[in-house]
T-cell receptor, first 111, second 118 residues
Framework: EDKVVQSPLSLVVHEGDTVTLNCSYE??????LLWYKQEKKAPTFLFML????IEKKSGRLSSILDKKELSSILNITATQTGDSAIYLC???????????FGKGTLLTVNP | GAVVSQHPSRVICKSGTSVKIECRSL??????MFWYRQFPKKSLMLMAT?????????EQGVEKDKFLINHASLTLSTLTVTSAHPEDSSFYIC??????????????FGPGTRLTVL
């Protein structure tokens, strides 16, 4: 059975801090690893990492895939209160690209 | 790009009635869409995979006669919760899978539907 484990489950920081969120996985026929941000509604897409694209960056957010260690990290630098959300890691595998989600990391950024 | 809409965003219904939720990919075609359910403070639970032009594939433990899925076109999938009961109250989220691009396999999510069954 495919498995995705995220850590920490929750994190409280102050504005301006840098955070690193972790995701490890066990999946059959790995295709890609995706990071999503979920605030009050449904998840919004952040990054997709594959064997051919193991590092992505967008503004203050960046992510790296370590295929050897079967893990990924999501970094957020100079955090802002608007970064407060649940960050979900999901792994796509199998023939129909089904996503297996981790339980998420609840990030709270205090002013 | 890659926008997915969902309607309605919120619905309250009486026990025993049926509720239909629509999921549309607005700017791309999606052969495959997915339906998830999310309980408070829990992660997304995949209910079923919706395949355009063929039957949906349900996850173990999900009643296919209770959660009817129709994927009649490349931009629309519907989920009908039949004879809804209070335990069906939940946040239902659909996603559409991108194909044929550098982001093949990425799922973009609709905004979700909050169902409350009285």
């Amino acid at each position: 059975e495919d498995k995705v484990v995220q850590s920490p489950l929750s994190l409280v920081v102050h504005e301006g801090d840098t955070v690193t969120l972790n995701c490890s996985y066990e999946v059959t026929n790995f295709r890609s690893l995706l990071w999503y941000k979920q605030e009050k509604k449904a998840p919004t897409f952040l990054f997709m990492l594959t064997s051919s694209g193991i590092e992505k960056k967008s503004g203050r957010l960046s992510s790296i895939l370590d295929k050897k260690e079967l893990s990924s990290i999501l970094n957020i630098t100079a955090t802002q209160t608007g970064d407060s959300a649940i960050y979900l890691c999901a792994v796509s595998g199998g023939s129909n690209y089904k996503l297996t989600f981790g339980k998420g990391t609840l990030l709270t950024v205090n002013p | 790009g890659a926008v997915v809409s969902q309607h309605p965003s919120r619905v309250i219904c009486k026990s025993g009635t049926s509720v239909k939720i629509e999921c549309r990919s607005l700017d791309f075609q999606a052969t495959t869409m997915f339906w998830y359910r999310q309980f408070p403070k829990k992660s997304l639970m995949l209910m079923a995979t919706s395949n355009e032009g063929s039957k949906a594939t349900y996850e173990q433990g999900v009643e296919k006669d209770k959660f009817l899925i129709n994927h009649a076109s490349l931009t629309l999938s519907t989920l009908t919760v039949t004879s809804a009961h209070p335990e069906d109250s939940s946040f239902y989220i659909c996603s559409a899978r991108v194909e044929g691009s550098a982001y093949t396999g990425t799922q973009y999510f609709g905004p979700g539907t909050r169902l409350t069954v009285l």
